[in-house]
């Protein structure tokens, strides 16, 4: 009796915490699971939306390859990953820095909101306002220093000032994601090396940073997948009729005019390039920082 009263207990603890979680795993299996599976094998085929789909194998992958568009388009991602990464980690890590030291840490209240408001405006919004700022003929610094300049018509500058945007909109979600970090940094420690006579440069990069090392992994990563997914920016503020110059275009512009033009087998494909980018490039970040570890 006392054994099938444990057995029943027992059986009740291992069942109900997956009930709970039943509607997220349907949702996540329905509306995640299954379209990335149909889309890989989607990816094989060559599909219009409608009527009979037609295996082609890796005639899609192959044509992707040999497609000069998709090679400068995942230039361009690159570039906006890149130029934007080392400005993002630096201001955020030095603003979190300074936020958490003790001048201005009694008004932590007043800062964070102000470094955080502009990742909670809107894309769209934020990328017309720099579409005003950044005006060859009517944009502030074109005002200010009295002279047209050609910010977003120009093939040397147009991609800065979607670099510009991304940064201005990515610090504050990073200084959070830092400042977070900082705090489970024990004061112990901090106060141990200082009366061992570190000076706070000799904290910080002796101490702070090694501590921080999974912090910055996190950080790097989403950053990584977050800029190589980049749509909105480049294409609002670049963009003069339609698309922007294929000079500055995102890569998932080549996803989403694949399927507008009826081509839903290598928009597939083009998903699952990406995909495999963006696996390749989280590997390469955990064997480094796995290597510095070490």
């Known amino acids: 009796m006392i054994h099938t009263q444990w057995r029943s207990e027992h059986l009740k603890r291992t069942i109900i915490p997956y009930i709970f979680i039943l509607p997220f795993l349907s949702s996540y299996i329905l509306f995640f699971i299954y379209p990335a599976f149909y889309s890989l094998i989607l990816s094989f085929y060559r599909y219009r939306g409608y009527g009979k789909a037609t295996f082609i194998g890796l005639a899609n992958y192959i044509n992707l390859i040999n497609y000069g568009t998709m090679w400068r388009t995942l230039g361009n991602t690159f570039f906006y990953f890149i130029g934007s990464f080392i400005p993002v980690t630096l201001a955020a890590f ?10 201005v ?5 007043i800062y964070k909101p102000i470094i955080f408001l502009p990742q909670v405006c809107a894309v769209v919004a934020s990328s017309l306002c720099f579409k005003i700022i950044f005006g ?7 005002q200010i220093l009295g002279t047209p ?6 093939t040397s500058l147009m991609r800065w000032s979607v670099v510009a945007l991304i940064t201005w909109r990515a610090i504050g979600w990073y200084f959070i994601i830092y400042l977070s970090g900082l705090t489970t940094i024990s004061e112990d420690i901090l106060e141990a090396a200082t009366i061992d006579g570190t000076n706070s440069l000799q904290t910080t990069w ?11 992994m996190l950080a790097f990563i989403t950053n990584a997948i977050g ?5 909105i920016e480049p294409n609002l503020l670049l963009a003069s009729n339609y698309d922007p110059p294929m000079q500055a275009a995102p890569y998932i512009n080549i996803i989403l005019n694949s399927m ?5 087998g290598m928009a597939c494909a083009a998903g699952w390039v990406l995909v495999l980018v963006i696996f390749l490039l989280t590997l390469v970040q955990l064997r480094i920082f796995k290597d510095n570890n070490q």
């Open 94 to 103: 030095t603003t979190a820095m300074l936020v958490r030291s003790k001048p």
């Open 105 to 109: 840490r009694n008004f932590q209240n």
């Open 136 to 142: 060859e003929r009517v944009g502030v610094f074109s």
């Open 149 to 154: 300049i050609p910010f977003l018509s120009e």
């Open 206 to 216: 002796y101490i702070t940073i090694p501590l921080m090392k999974p912090i910055f």
């Open 227 to 231: 800029s190589l997914k980049i749509y």
């Open 260 to 264: 507008q033009g009826g081509q839903f």
